[in-house]
């Protein structure tokens, strides 16, 4: 089968490889029929990853048919539309217990497309398929699924839960990004009274009006603290979800936050920021950090199919897989492209 292959940093792909077999009773075999590429798959590409070593299939989405499942699998089998989610889930350690599956001690958590052979693939072999791989209900489109894959989840579990959302709170959302629109569209669902997105690119906050932003914030051109403190009678915001990942964008969380104010970090940080604890000592902040654990899918399954969420937004690009090396640099000059996610199908 054709696969995008990890060939080292600079280098990825299209490259023949073996079909993927079984090698566990918990394992199925999915016929890819949509992917996508993720920003953590640039960062393998620039040799950021250092648990991907060359040879590697790429990609942790996707969204296809089961072919094949292995003996132990009850939850899915042949012909099923299934889901395949970013995380896999062993479904019986501590963590996967209590559906903190990104911490999974039991083989699974992030390993699609990092230890494991991916997604980027015509065919994946799906480890734990039984808490992994996720039956599609039958109105649901392929590509709207996929941006549950990792996407939504990531946005919402990591940003607007963990950060807890309220009725009537101001939210701002640092960064509109993939991550930061999924965070505003899935904030929504709790009304909020106001968001407000940051970002230093134009483009993007265009973007964030589309996905429920009510006011935006160039913060190359002004400083967005006044404006969230006029929101917010004068306090300051009650949420804060930073999508950017730099180390700026952390302290201008801090900043941007009312005392008592839950900050939630989704951004992916390659660098240390600083956390000014002599200042923030008595402002009672509660900062939260994490990875997407994908144990909302079903929940955000059912907001699909029931038409309240509508992730179709976030596709800015389509191509056939033949296409995926062009698909990848596309997605990487994303400032020039207004790529957000781009779908690849057969
Ligand atoms: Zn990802
Ligand atoms: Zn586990």
Redesign the pocket.
Known sequence: MRAMVYHGPGQTALTDVRDPEMTDEADAIVRVEATTICGTDLRILAGEVSSVTPGRVLGHEAVGTVVDVGSAVRTVGPGDRVLVSAVS?????R??RVAR?GQ???G?GWVLGRTFDGAQAEYVRVPFADTSAHRLPGGVADEEALMLSELLPAGYEVGVVRAGVWPGDVVVVIGSGPVGLAAMMTARLFSPSRIVAVDHASSRLGAAREFGADITVNNAVADPVPTVRQVSGGLGADVVIEAAGRPETIELALRLGRPGARIASVGLHGKPAALHLDEQLTSDITLTTGLADTSSVPALLRLLDSGQLDPRKLITHRFAFAEFEHAYDVFASSADTGALKVVLTP
């Open positions: 889930a062993c479904g019986s350690c963590y996967c599956y999974c001690l039991g699974g």
